[in-house]
């Protein structure tokens, strides 16, 4: 072939496009599961052993993920950890795509909010005694078999619980010792137990955002590796 020809052959190849397309830089649109619905918050660490990062809440739109809100973000004290074998008081913040069942707060809902909330009283408990039949779940009053010692008295946290969205971590079918009471919610002094966190602002904003019927779920994970949050 003629040099001219195999330049012309290359110039046809970069108009027409031949080759592998460009990957999508949206994030929702690489990962492997969104949770079906077209709302979707994503908490994402540097890596396992950050204590910081990003949460961003999308939107599904038209066939197409759009940026709705973001903020910075903490996690576990301890960092990260795959979801599936995290153990419970490890202050590490579980990996893995999860749903919203509801959300509570020691303060009144932000108007707008579709969710359903929960108002936190002097006897609402969040049961993490492993020998109970009510761990991890929301108690009011504590049950009997929930020792107090192994579980967290809500209104102890008026800043942090003054908003919050349960994360479903551990929650349809508990398996003991794995961990209880996987909150987003409000930032306190520092890291968290395992929880995500943001500013009052901006949990505000997202419950104000979060549509239940758009059946929202939160993907929890790192920018690269075994718990990269495109796994999820």
């Known amino acids: ?99 919203l069942p509801y959300a509570f707060g020691t303060k009144a809902a932000p108007r707008g909010t579709a969710y359903e909330y929960r108002r936190v009283h002097r006897d609402s408990w969040w049961c993490q005694d492993n020998d109970s039949r009510s761990y991890n779940r929301w108690t009011e009053p504590r049950a009997a078999d929930c020792r107090a010692a192994e579980s967290e008295h809500l209104i102890t946290y008026g800043e942090q619980y003054a908003h919050a969205l349960v994360i479903g971590f551990n929650y349809e079918r508990p398996v003991r010792g794995r961990g209880a009471g996987i909150f987003l919610h409000v930032n306190g002094r520092g890291a968290t137990a395992g929880c995500v966190s943001v500013p009052k602002r901006a949990m505000r904003t997202i419950l104000r955002w979060a549509d239940p019927a758009k059946r929202p779920h939160i993907a929890v994970g790192t920018a690269n590796g075994t718990t990269a949050v495109t796994r999820y």
Do not use: H
């Not at 397309?21 to 077209?38: E, H, K």
């Not at 709302?39 to 990062?53: D, E, F, M, W, Y």
């Not at 973001?70 to 576990?76: N, T």
């Open 1 to 99: 072939m003629r040099p001219g020809a195999v330049a012309l052959a290359v110039s046809c190849l970069v108009v027409l496009g031949a080759g592998p397309p460009a990957p999508s830089s949206v994030l929702p649109a690489r990962m492997t599961d969104t949770g079906g619905g077209t709302q979707l918050i994503t908490a994402v660490a540097p890596r396992t052993a950050s204590t910081t990062g990003t949460v961003t809440w999308w939107d599904l739109r038209d066939g197409r993920w759009v940026k709705a809100g973001s903020s910075p973000a903490r996690f576990g004290a301890n960092g990260l950890v795959e979801g599936a074998s995290r153990k419970q008081g490890t202050n590490t913040t579980p990996t893995g795509l999860y749903g």
